[in-house]
């Protein structure tokens, strides 16, 4: 179970989360909309322990710390060291945190988010869809207990973001970690979440996402996808 129990943050002059609580099982991937400025990053940063909060956030109930858990946060921007080849990208979260890399679990990963074939090259000779899958390896590649995507995928036009997204799930399902994933894009929420977080200027809302019994591959059908777009549009609609 991952938890969420009174989190506040703020910064100097404003609060921007009050009060939060959620629980969520594990091995559910959560995601967090919200219109802009509403808090998603300012979220995500704090359970990273990038902000300071107040309030519990833990996973099974043990307090979620990057010295207690171990946490892959894929920022906005990859984060990708532009001096390091793609192969040392990916290897290096694991080497920061004193985890002995499994080269057959890194290869797999390679293999399975398309990146064999870049691995020698530097962050600046990929494409955009190449440097957002290699941030994805590097965070599987830590094994955490608890993945965090912020915007992960928004970069991307909608053909490669499609694909990428396919290759985030071959992935995740084959070692499914608890995932917070923030969006902008209520297509992709409902294509890759269990539930989903919305973020508003009073309560947040938490929901079940309307096709979480429905296979991920199935959610592309537009006659399955569409009526659930619409009521999503339409419940953040009213919240927004
Ligand atoms: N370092 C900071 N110092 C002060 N205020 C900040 C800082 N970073 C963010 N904020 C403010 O906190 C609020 C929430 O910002 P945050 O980036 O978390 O929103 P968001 O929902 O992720 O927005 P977006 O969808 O535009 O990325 C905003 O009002 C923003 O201006």
Known sequence: MFELEHLTIGYAKRQVITDLSLKIPEQTILAILGPSGSGKTTLLNAIADLLPHSGGISLNGKPVTPKQATLALVPQDYGLLPWKRVRQNIELGAKLKGQKLDTRKVQQLCATLELTDVLTRYPSQLSGGQKQRVALARAFALTPDLLLLDEAFSALDMVIK?????????????????????????????????????????????????????????RDRPEILAPALTKLEGLVATLW
Do not use: C, G, Y
């Open 162 to 218: 499609r694909r990428a997204q396919q290759l985030f799930l071959a992935q995740w399902q084959q070692s499914p970690v608890t995932t917070l994933m923030v969006t902008h894009d209520l297509k992709e929420a409902l294509q890759l979440s269990d539930q989903i977080l919305i973020l508003t200027k009073d309560q947040p809302r938490l929901i079940e996402n309307p096709l979480q019994e429905v296979s991920f591959t199935n």
